[in-house]
Antibody
Framework: QVHLQESGPGLVKPSQTLSLTCSVS??????????WSWIRQHPGKGLEWIGY???????YYNPSLKSRAIIAVDTSKNQFSLKLSSVTAADTAVYYC????????????WGQGTLVTVSS | QSALTQPPSASGSPGQSVTISCTGT?????????VSWYQQHPGKAPKLMIH???KRPSGVPDRFSGSKSGSTASLTVSGLQPEDEADYYC??????????FGGGTKLTVL
């Protein structure tokens, strides 16, 4: 069973860059077949797909966030990351990392989520 | 890429059946067989309940079933149990390697 764990600062100042890392255990990102994803959930709201990355570095983003989001992968550490620039209070959310099947196209394993608050 | 449309709430008594709808367009739900459903209890991560419209992962009770007609997908929970009370989200492939979620439905077991 693949396990995903998010990590990063819980508080980010407005206009700065939010940086999160997802550590994957129980399976190798490099084995292929899956996109490694970031999803967020604003307080009391629904889920929003941010984007995902394949082990070879190919990335796909939600058009609404594409200009501010960068997802990267470090196969040597079996980790992938999210950077979201120029954050505002509207970026306050619980951020989840998840695994998404390339062929099957569903999110089958999720991290527990981490709350990031944007505030001065 | 707009969010899929779900009713904000649904409810039913223990033992009853309830169906939650998820409406999209021909660019997402209507165009592909890749609709999935997730259950989320308060403070927890979402859990996959249905994938590819009507397939249940191992360990998910057969009380949960999915279907699709045109651009509307549905999740039916039969024989409602107290532990089914949760938020439910649909998701669909939206073409060009994109995913989209619904706004979520809060299921209350009366």
């Amino acid at each position: 069973q693949v396990h995903l764990q998010e990590s990063g600062p819980g508080l980010v100042k407005p206009s700065q860059t939010l940086s999160l890392t997802c550590s994957v255990s129980g399976g190798s990102i490099s084995s292929g077949g899956y996109y490694w994803s970031w999803i967020r959930q604003h307080p009391g709201k629904g889920l929003e797909w941010i984007g995902y990355i394949y082990y070879n570095g190919n990335t796909y983003y939600n058009p609404s966030l594409k200009s501010r989001a960068i997802i990267a992968v470090d196969t040597s550490k079996n980790q992938f990351s999210l950077k979201l620039s120029s954050v505002t209070a509207a970026d306050t959310a619980v951020y989840y990392c998840a695994r998404h099947g390339v062929v099957t196209k569903y999110f089958d394993n999720w991290g527990q989520g981490t709350l990031v608050t944007v505030s001065s | 890429q707009s969010a899929l449309t779900q009713p904000p709430s649904a409810s039913g008594s223990p033992g009853q059946s309830v169906t939650i709808s998820c409406t999209g367009t021909s660019s997402d739900v209507g165009g592909y067989k890749y609709v999935s459903w997730y259950q989320q209890h308060p403070g927890k991560a979402p859990k996959l309940m249905i994938h590819e419209v009507n397939k249940r992962p191992s360990g998910v009770p057969d009380r949960f079933s999915g279907s699709k007609s045109g651009s509307t997908a549905s999740l039916t929970v039969s024989g409602l149990q107290p532990e089914d009370e949760a938020d439910y989200y649909c998701s669909s492939y939206a073409g060009n390697n994109a995913a989209v979620f619904g706004g979520g439905t809060k299921l209350t077991v009366l």
